[in-house]
Protein backbone atom coordinates (compact mmCIF):
# COMPACT_ATOMS: atom_id res chain seq x y z
CA UNK A 1 0.00 0.00 0.00
CA UNK A 2 3.05 2.59 0.86
CA UNK A 3 4.31 1.63 -2.29
CA UNK A 4 1.31 2.65 -4.03
CA UNK A 5 0.77 5.80 -2.49
CA UNK A 6 4.71 6.49 -3.79
CA UNK A 7 3.84 5.65 -7.28
CA UNK A 8 0.95 7.72 -7.34
CA UNK A 9 0.97 10.47 -5.41
CA UNK A 10 2.74 13.79 -4.99
CA UNK A 11 3.99 14.68 -1.32
CA UNK A 12 7.24 16.35 -1.19
CA UNK A 13 9.51 17.66 -4.24
CA UNK A 14 12.32 15.39 -3.94
CA UNK A 15 9.46 12.26 -3.97
CA UNK A 16 7.73 13.84 -6.83
CA UNK A 17 10.65 14.31 -8.91
CA UNK A 18 11.92 10.55 -7.79
CA UNK A 19 8.05 9.15 -8.41
CA UNK A 20 8.22 11.03 -12.11
CA UNK A 21 11.37 9.39 -13.23
CA UNK A 22 10.22 6.23 -12.32
CA UNK A 23 7.07 6.50 -14.45
CA UNK A 24 9.04 8.26 -17.44
CA UNK A 25 11.84 5.77 -17.01
CA UNK A 26 9.75 2.88 -17.28
CA UNK A 27 7.97 4.56 -20.36
CA UNK A 28 11.08 5.17 -22.17
CA UNK A 29 12.19 1.65 -21.87
CA UNK A 30 8.88 0.11 -23.08
CA UNK A 31 8.33 2.62 -25.65
CA UNK A 32 12.11 3.37 -26.56
CA UNK A 33 13.69 -0.03 -26.62
CA UNK A 34 11.79 -2.17 -29.44
CA UNK A 35 11.88 1.53 -30.94
CA UNK A 36 15.65 1.35 -30.96
CA UNK A 37 16.05 -1.83 -31.82
CA UNK A 38 14.03 -1.22 -34.84
CA UNK A 39 16.08 1.26 -35.77
CA UNK A 40 18.84 -0.22 -35.96
CA UNK A 41 16.28 -3.35 -38.27
CA UNK A 42 15.86 0.12 -40.36
CA UNK A 43 20.11 0.75 -40.63
CA UNK A 44 21.01 -2.31 -42.09
CA UNK A 45 17.65 -2.51 -44.19
CA UNK A 46 18.39 0.67 -45.68
CA UNK A 47 21.75 1.27 -45.90
CA UNK A 48 23.68 4.34 -45.10
CA UNK A 49 22.79 5.86 -48.06
CA UNK A 50 19.09 5.17 -47.93
CA UNK A 51 19.08 5.90 -44.19
CA UNK A 52 21.23 8.92 -45.00
CA UNK A 53 18.16 10.51 -47.13
CA UNK A 54 15.68 8.98 -44.43
CA UNK A 55 17.79 11.09 -41.67
CA UNK A 56 17.58 14.27 -43.55
CA UNK A 57 14.05 14.52 -44.30
CA UNK A 58 13.47 13.66 -40.39
CA UNK A 59 16.20 16.38 -39.62
CA UNK A 60 13.92 18.84 -41.88
CA UNK A 61 10.85 17.59 -40.10
CA UNK A 62 12.43 18.49 -36.65
CA UNK A 63 13.33 22.08 -37.70
CA UNK A 64 9.73 22.39 -38.90
CA UNK A 65 8.61 21.09 -35.27
CA UNK A 66 9.09 24.46 -33.93
CA UNK A 67 7.03 26.13 -36.12
CA UNK A 68 3.85 23.72 -35.26
CA UNK A 69 4.23 24.58 -31.57
CA UNK A 70 6.45 28.13 -31.20
CA UNK A 71 6.84 26.93 -27.55
CA UNK A 72 3.15 26.94 -26.28
CA UNK A 73 3.76 23.11 -24.91
CA UNK A 74 6.78 24.18 -22.43
CA UNK A 75 4.35 27.78 -21.95
CA UNK A 76 1.78 25.21 -20.78
CA UNK A 77 3.78 22.88 -18.08
CA UNK A 78 5.15 26.01 -16.55
CA UNK A 79 1.90 27.90 -16.09
CA UNK A 80 -0.36 24.52 -15.77
CA UNK A 81 1.89 23.19 -13.06
CA UNK A 82 1.51 26.34 -10.92
CA UNK A 83 -2.45 26.42 -11.31
CA UNK A 84 -3.98 23.19 -12.40
CA UNK A 85 -7.33 25.13 -12.88
CA UNK A 86 -6.40 27.03 -16.19
CA UNK A 87 -5.30 23.12 -18.14
CA UNK A 88 -8.77 23.66 -19.98
CA UNK A 89 -8.73 27.22 -20.86
CA UNK A 90 -5.10 26.28 -22.15
CA UNK A 91 -6.00 23.12 -24.02
CA UNK A 92 -9.57 24.65 -25.39
CA UNK A 93 -7.35 28.04 -27.09
CA UNK A 94 -3.96 26.43 -28.20
CA UNK A 95 -5.03 23.70 -29.82
CA UNK A 96 -7.01 25.91 -32.34
CA UNK A 97 -3.55 27.82 -32.17
CA UNK A 98 -1.66 25.01 -32.75
CA UNK A 99 -4.13 23.99 -35.80
CA UNK A 100 -3.67 27.23 -37.04
CA UNK A 101 0.18 27.21 -37.33
CA UNK A 102 -0.27 23.42 -38.67
CA UNK A 103 -2.02 24.38 -41.75
CA UNK A 104 0.57 27.70 -41.95
CA UNK A 105 3.31 25.08 -41.74
CA UNK A 106 2.06 23.10 -44.19
CA UNK A 107 1.65 25.81 -46.39
CA UNK A 108 5.81 27.10 -46.04
CA UNK A 109 6.26 23.19 -47.11
CA UNK A 110 4.55 23.19 -50.40
CA UNK A 111 6.03 26.66 -51.30
CA UNK A 112 9.54 25.37 -50.38
CA UNK A 113 9.30 22.15 -52.28
CA UNK A 114 8.55 23.90 -55.22
CA UNK A 115 12.04 25.64 -55.22
CA UNK A 116 14.45 22.61 -53.97
CA UNK A 117 14.58 21.11 -57.23
CA UNK A 118 15.22 18.14 -55.81
CA UNK A 119 13.96 14.43 -56.50
CA UNK A 120 10.39 13.65 -56.47
CA UNK A 121 10.79 11.08 -54.09
CA UNK A 122 12.13 13.31 -51.75
CA UNK A 123 9.92 15.99 -51.83
CA UNK A 124 7.28 13.31 -51.17
CA UNK A 125 9.47 12.18 -48.03
CA UNK A 126 9.54 15.81 -46.97
CA UNK A 127 5.52 15.91 -47.02
CA UNK A 128 4.88 12.84 -45.43
CA UNK A 129 7.27 13.85 -42.74
CA UNK A 130 5.45 17.10 -42.64
CA UNK A 131 2.43 15.54 -41.62
CA UNK A 132 4.08 13.20 -39.29
CA UNK A 133 5.78 16.23 -37.29
CA UNK A 134 2.26 18.43 -36.77
CA UNK A 135 0.68 15.21 -35.97
CA UNK A 136 2.94 14.61 -33.11
CA UNK A 137 3.49 18.11 -32.16
CA UNK A 138 -0.19 17.89 -31.09
CA UNK A 139 0.39 14.50 -29.09
CA UNK A 140 3.11 16.44 -27.42
CA UNK A 141 0.81 19.71 -26.25
CA UNK A 142 -1.38 16.84 -24.57
CA UNK A 143 1.63 14.99 -23.26
CA UNK A 144 2.64 18.46 -21.43
CA UNK A 145 -0.76 18.62 -19.68
CA UNK A 146 -0.04 15.18 -18.15
CA UNK A 147 3.53 16.60 -17.16
CA UNK A 148 1.82 19.46 -15.60
CA UNK A 149 -0.30 18.02 -13.50
CA UNK A 150 2.74 15.91 -12.89
CA UNK A 151 1.19 12.23 -13.60
CA UNK A 152 3.97 10.84 -15.42
CA UNK A 153 2.11 7.26 -14.80
CA UNK A 154 -0.35 8.34 -18.04
CA UNK A 155 2.37 8.81 -20.18
CA UNK A 156 2.85 5.34 -20.34
CA UNK A 157 -0.19 4.59 -22.19
CA UNK A 158 0.53 7.73 -24.46
CA UNK A 159 3.90 6.29 -25.97
CA UNK A 160 3.08 2.40 -25.69
CA UNK A 161 0.67 3.10 -27.97
CA UNK A 162 2.95 5.25 -30.39
CA UNK A 163 6.26 2.42 -29.94
CA UNK A 164 3.98 -0.35 -30.51
CA UNK A 165 2.13 1.18 -33.43
CA UNK A 166 4.97 1.70 -35.04
CA UNK A 167 6.48 -1.38 -34.44
CA UNK A 168 4.09 -3.67 -36.12
CA UNK A 169 3.71 -1.34 -38.89
CA UNK A 170 7.40 -1.15 -39.54
CA UNK A 171 7.94 -4.97 -39.36
CA UNK A 172 5.50 -5.44 -42.37
CA UNK A 173 6.90 -2.66 -44.00
CA UNK A 174 10.50 -3.96 -43.41
CA UNK A 175 8.98 -7.67 -44.34
CA UNK A 176 6.95 -6.86 -47.81
CA UNK A 177 9.92 -4.80 -48.46
CA UNK A 178 7.64 -1.73 -49.98
CA UNK A 179 10.66 0.72 -49.30
CA UNK A 180 11.52 3.90 -48.02
CA UNK A 181 8.19 6.00 -48.74
CA UNK A 182 5.72 3.22 -47.31
CA UNK A 183 8.08 3.12 -44.44
CA UNK A 184 7.72 7.32 -43.95
CA UNK A 185 3.83 6.58 -44.03
CA UNK A 186 4.17 4.09 -41.28
CA UNK A 187 5.28 6.98 -38.89
CA UNK A 188 2.22 9.21 -40.05
CA UNK A 189 -0.34 6.31 -39.00
CA UNK A 190 1.43 5.53 -35.50
CA UNK A 191 1.30 9.38 -34.75
CA UNK A 192 -2.19 9.12 -35.37
CA UNK A 193 -2.89 6.26 -33.00
CA UNK A 194 -1.01 7.88 -30.29
CA UNK A 195 -2.39 11.27 -30.68
CA UNK A 196 -5.78 9.46 -30.65
CA UNK A 197 -5.06 7.54 -27.29
CA UNK A 198 -3.43 10.49 -25.60
CA UNK A 199 -6.08 12.84 -26.32
CA UNK A 200 -8.45 10.74 -24.56
CA UNK A 201 -6.48 9.78 -21.71
CA UNK A 202 -6.09 13.57 -21.11
CA UNK A 203 -10.12 13.84 -21.50
CA UNK A 204 -10.82 11.85 -19.47
CA UNK A 205 -8.72 11.46 -16.59
CA UNK A 206 -7.05 15.01 -16.33
CA UNK A 207 -9.20 17.97 -18.19
CA UNK A 208 -12.50 18.58 -20.38
CA UNK A 209 -11.91 20.54 -22.93
CA UNK A 210 -13.39 21.45 -26.36
CA UNK A 211 -12.47 24.25 -28.51
CA UNK A 212 -12.41 27.68 -27.97
CA UNK A 213 -11.53 30.84 -29.39
CA UNK A 214 -10.28 33.65 -27.86
CA UNK A 215 -7.81 36.35 -29.54
CA UNK A 216 -6.77 37.99 -26.22
CA UNK A 217 -5.02 34.52 -24.76
CA UNK A 218 -3.57 33.86 -28.15
CA UNK A 219 -1.37 37.00 -28.35
CA UNK A 220 -0.94 36.51 -24.49
CA UNK A 221 0.18 33.14 -25.11
CA UNK A 222 2.65 33.98 -28.19
CA UNK A 223 4.33 37.03 -26.54
CA UNK A 224 4.65 34.63 -23.23
CA UNK A 225 5.63 31.77 -25.16
CA UNK A 226 7.89 33.19 -28.17
CA UNK A 227 11.30 32.73 -25.90
CA UNK A 228 10.77 29.33 -25.90
CA UNK A 229 10.05 28.71 -29.58
CA UNK A 230 13.42 30.74 -30.19
CA UNK A 231 15.24 28.73 -27.65
CA UNK A 232 13.22 25.14 -29.17
CA UNK A 233 14.46 26.33 -32.65
CA UNK A 234 18.19 27.23 -31.89
CA UNK A 235 18.24 23.82 -29.86
CA UNK A 236 16.65 22.03 -32.75
CA UNK A 237 19.05 23.73 -35.52
CA UNK A 238 22.16 22.68 -32.88
CA UNK A 239 20.86 19.36 -32.84
CA UNK A 240 19.60 18.92 -36.80
CA UNK A 241 22.76 21.09 -37.98
CA UNK A 242 25.18 18.42 -38.50
CA UNK A 243 22.64 16.34 -40.42
CA UNK A 244 21.86 18.84 -43.03
CA UNK A 245 25.35 20.28 -43.53
CA UNK A 246 26.69 16.77 -43.98
CA UNK A 247 23.81 16.03 -46.66
CA UNK A 248 24.41 19.28 -48.06
CA UNK A 249 28.26 19.60 -47.84
CA UNK A 250 29.05 15.15 -47.98
CA UNK A 251 26.54 13.50 -49.38
CA UNK A 252 24.07 10.73 -47.98
CA UNK A 253 26.81 8.03 -46.70
CA UNK A 254 28.51 10.42 -44.71
CA UNK A 255 25.06 11.84 -43.65
CA UNK A 256 24.63 8.51 -43.04
CA UNK A 257 27.37 7.11 -40.94
CA UNK A 258 27.15 9.84 -38.73
CA UNK A 259 23.31 9.54 -38.19
CA UNK A 260 24.10 5.90 -37.40
CA UNK A 261 26.50 7.12 -34.59
CA UNK A 262 24.23 9.94 -33.24
CA UNK A 263 21.54 6.88 -32.42
CA UNK A 264 23.84 5.58 -29.41
CA UNK A 265 23.69 9.20 -28.10
CA UNK A 266 20.27 9.32 -28.85
CA UNK A 267 20.31 6.89 -25.70
CA UNK A 268 21.77 9.33 -23.70
CA UNK A 269 20.21 12.08 -24.43
CA UNK A 270 16.63 10.38 -23.93
CA UNK A 271 17.40 9.42 -20.57
CA UNK A 272 18.44 12.98 -20.03
CA UNK A 273 14.94 14.29 -21.17
CA UNK A 274 13.55 11.79 -18.47
CA UNK A 275 15.09 13.11 -16.23
CA UNK A 276 14.72 16.91 -17.05
CA UNK A 277 10.65 16.23 -17.97
CA UNK A 278 10.05 14.63 -14.29
CA UNK A 279 12.18 17.82 -12.77
CA UNK A 280 11.05 20.71 -14.41
CA UNK A 281 7.20 20.93 -13.37
CA UNK A 282 8.66 20.39 -9.31
CA UNK A 283 10.73 23.10 -9.96
CA UNK A 284 8.50 25.54 -11.43
CA UNK A 285 6.20 25.23 -8.22
CA UNK A 286 9.28 25.31 -5.94
CA UNK A 287 10.47 28.62 -7.42
CA UNK A 288 7.12 30.25 -6.55
CA UNK A 289 7.33 29.13 -3.03
CA UNK A 290 11.10 29.42 -1.93
CA UNK A 291 14.06 31.07 -3.78
CA UNK A 292 16.40 29.73 -1.55
CA UNK A 293 14.82 25.66 -1.61
CA UNK A 294 15.47 26.63 -5.24
CA UNK A 295 18.56 26.93 -5.45
CA UNK A 296 19.39 24.12 -3.16
CA UNK A 297 17.27 21.42 -5.38
CA UNK A 298 19.22 23.17 -8.26
CA UNK A 299 22.69 22.57 -6.91
CA UNK A 300 21.38 18.89 -5.70
CA UNK A 301 20.34 17.36 -9.11
CA UNK A 302 23.10 19.22 -10.64
CA UNK A 303 26.00 17.12 -9.13
CA UNK A 304 23.80 13.84 -9.45
CA UNK A 305 23.03 14.93 -13.23
CA UNK A 306 26.80 15.35 -13.65
CA UNK A 307 28.06 12.64 -11.84
CA UNK A 308 25.35 10.01 -13.53
CA UNK A 309 26.70 11.33 -16.85
CA UNK A 310 30.07 10.72 -16.15
CA UNK A 311 29.73 7.24 -15.53
CA UNK A 312 26.95 6.24 -17.91
CA UNK A 313 29.46 8.27 -20.65
CA UNK A 314 32.49 5.68 -19.82
CA UNK A 315 30.43 2.80 -19.95
CA UNK A 316 29.00 3.56 -23.31
CA UNK A 317 32.63 4.76 -24.14
CA UNK A 318 34.50 1.55 -23.32
CA UNK A 319 32.04 -1.07 -25.16
CA UNK A 320 31.04 1.25 -28.21
CA UNK A 321 33.84 -0.65 -30.72
CA UNK A 322 31.82 -4.33 -29.56
CA UNK A 323 28.48 -2.52 -29.62
CA UNK A 324 28.88 -0.73 -33.47
CA UNK A 325 29.68 -4.34 -34.55
CA UNK A 326 27.43 -6.27 -33.41
CA UNK A 327 24.61 -3.50 -33.45
CA UNK A 328 25.19 -2.59 -37.03
CA UNK A 329 27.60 -4.66 -38.97
CA UNK A 330 31.49 -3.60 -40.47
CA UNK A 331 29.53 -0.90 -43.07
CA UNK A 332 29.10 1.47 -40.02
CA UNK A 333 32.97 0.90 -38.34
CA UNK A 334 34.27 4.51 -39.05
CA UNK A 335 30.98 5.64 -37.14
CA UNK A 336 32.62 4.69 -34.16
CA UNK A 337 35.10 7.68 -34.00
CA UNK A 338 32.40 9.99 -34.35
CA UNK A 339 30.60 8.11 -31.55
CA UNK A 340 33.30 9.15 -29.23
CA UNK A 341 33.76 12.36 -30.24
CA UNK A 342 29.73 13.23 -29.87
CA UNK A 343 29.97 11.60 -26.59
CA UNK A 344 32.61 13.87 -24.95
CA UNK A 345 29.92 16.76 -26.61
CA UNK A 346 26.62 15.44 -24.88
CA UNK A 347 28.38 15.09 -21.87
CA UNK A 348 29.57 18.75 -21.86
CA UNK A 349 26.05 20.43 -22.61
CA UNK A 350 24.65 18.01 -19.66
CA UNK A 351 26.91 19.64 -17.37
CA UNK A 352 24.98 23.13 -18.43
CA UNK A 353 21.22 21.24 -18.65
CA UNK A 354 19.98 21.65 -15.39
CA UNK A 355 21.05 25.74 -14.43
CA UNK A 356 19.11 25.96 -18.23
CA UNK A 357 16.09 24.65 -16.93
CA UNK A 358 16.83 26.78 -14.09
CA UNK A 359 16.95 29.69 -16.72
CA UNK A 360 13.51 28.92 -18.31
CA UNK A 361 11.53 28.70 -14.61
CA UNK A 362 12.91 31.93 -13.93
CA UNK A 363 11.86 33.50 -17.18
CA UNK A 364 15.08 33.95 -17.74
CA UNK A 365 14.57 32.80 -20.97
CA UNK A 366 16.08 35.00 -22.90
CA UNK A 367 19.81 34.53 -21.31
CA UNK A 368 18.88 30.75 -22.32
CA UNK A 369 19.07 32.35 -25.98
CA UNK A 370 21.98 34.13 -26.13
CA UNK A 371 23.92 31.13 -25.27
CA UNK A 372 22.00 28.80 -27.88
CA UNK A 373 22.78 31.42 -30.24
CA UNK A 374 26.61 32.06 -30.11
CA UNK A 375 26.80 27.99 -29.53
CA UNK A 376 24.80 27.70 -32.85
CA UNK A 377 26.73 30.31 -35.11
CA UNK A 378 29.89 28.94 -33.88
CA UNK A 379 28.61 25.51 -34.62
CA UNK A 380 27.46 26.30 -38.26
CA UNK A 381 31.10 28.59 -38.95
CA UNK A 382 33.16 25.63 -37.85
CA UNK A 383 30.99 22.83 -39.97
CA UNK A 384 31.73 24.41 -43.51
CA UNK A 385 35.42 24.04 -42.57
CA UNK A 386 35.52 20.94 -40.36
CA UNK A 387 32.95 18.71 -42.68
CA UNK A 388 34.67 19.80 -45.65
CA UNK A 389 37.74 18.56 -44.26
CA UNK A 390 36.65 15.53 -42.28
CA UNK A 391 33.25 14.57 -43.08
CA UNK A 392 31.43 13.31 -39.87
CA UNK A 393 34.41 13.79 -37.88
CA UNK A 394 34.99 17.11 -38.43
CA UNK A 395 30.65 17.67 -37.46
CA UNK A 396 31.44 15.71 -34.48
CA UNK A 397 34.57 17.62 -33.20
CA UNK A 398 32.50 21.04 -34.01
CA UNK A 399 29.81 19.63 -31.34
CA UNK A 400 32.52 19.57 -28.54
CA UNK A 401 33.72 22.83 -29.04
CA UNK A 402 29.96 24.60 -29.58
CA UNK A 403 28.71 22.34 -26.78
CA UNK A 404 31.63 24.41 -24.45
CA UNK A 405 30.60 27.70 -25.32
CA UNK A 406 27.19 27.31 -24.69
CA UNK A 407 28.31 25.15 -21.20
CA UNK A 408 30.55 28.00 -20.05
CA UNK A 409 27.44 31.06 -21.03
CA UNK A 410 24.65 29.23 -19.26
CA UNK A 411 26.68 28.75 -15.56
CA UNK A 412 28.06 32.00 -15.72
CA UNK A 413 24.50 33.60 -16.24
CA UNK A 414 23.08 31.41 -13.83
CA UNK A 415 25.49 32.01 -11.33
CA UNK A 416 24.66 35.80 -11.62
CA UNK A 417 21.36 35.46 -11.15
CA UNK A 418 21.64 32.89 -8.22
CA UNK A 419 24.09 35.59 -6.45
CA UNK A 420 21.61 38.21 -6.95
CA UNK A 421 18.54 36.60 -5.64
CA UNK A 422 20.44 35.01 -2.64
CA UNK A 423 21.17 38.33 -1.94
CA UNK A 424 18.30 39.85 -1.21
Not at 91 to 107: E, P, Y
Not at 166 to 193: D, F, K, N, P, S
Not at 343 to 356: D, E, G, K, P, W
Amino acid sequence: MKIKLWLFNNFTTKQTVVKNMFWLVLAEIISKAPVFFLTIWIIRYLGAEDYGRLSFVFAFGALLAIFTDLGLSTLTIREVAKNKSLAKKYIDNLIVLKLILSLAVLGLVFLSVKFLGKSSELITLVFWVAIFVIITSLTTFFQSIIQAFEKMEYLVVSKIAYSLSLVLIVIYVIHQELGIEELTRGYVVAAVIALLATMILTKKKLAEFWLETDLTFFQKSLKEAWPFALIALLGSIYMQMNTIQLKLLAGDIETGLYNTAFQLIFVTTTLGGIFFSALFPSLSKEYGRSKTGFYQLIDFFAKRVISGMLIFSSILFLISRKLFVLMYGPEYFRSINMFHLLLIAVFILFINTTYAEALKIMNSQKDYLQAIFWGSCLHFLLNFFLITWWGGLGASFTAILSSLLITILIITKFRKFKQRDLAK
